[in-house]
């Protein structure tokens, strides 16, 4: 049981990476210092999937780890 959870972990942590990679656009070092300039704006279509992809593939992540925790 313990493999079934380290293989599932190892494959949301992937995707994790992949989403998040896909998330940052543009702007460089300056938008991590906060010198982005950016105006409010509400997220649709394909960024909104990816944010709320995110947000569910790094709850797995967790949910995941808690389990494989809890099972040793």
């Known amino acids: ?13 992937v995707l994790l990476v992949i989403v998040i990679m ?7 070092l300056s938008n991590l210092f906060g010198g982005g300039g950016e105006i409010y704006h509400t997220k649709r279509g394909l960024e909104k999937f990816i944010f709320i992809s995110t947000i569910v ?7 995941l780890g808690v389990a494989h925790l809890i099972t040793d």
Request: proline share 0%.
């Open 57 to 63: 593939l790094s709850i797995l992540f967790i949910g």
């Open 22 to 28: 896909l998330q940052s656009r543009g702007g460089g």
């Open 1 to 13: 049981m313990s493999r079934i959870f380290t293989i599932a972990q190892m494959i949301v942590s």
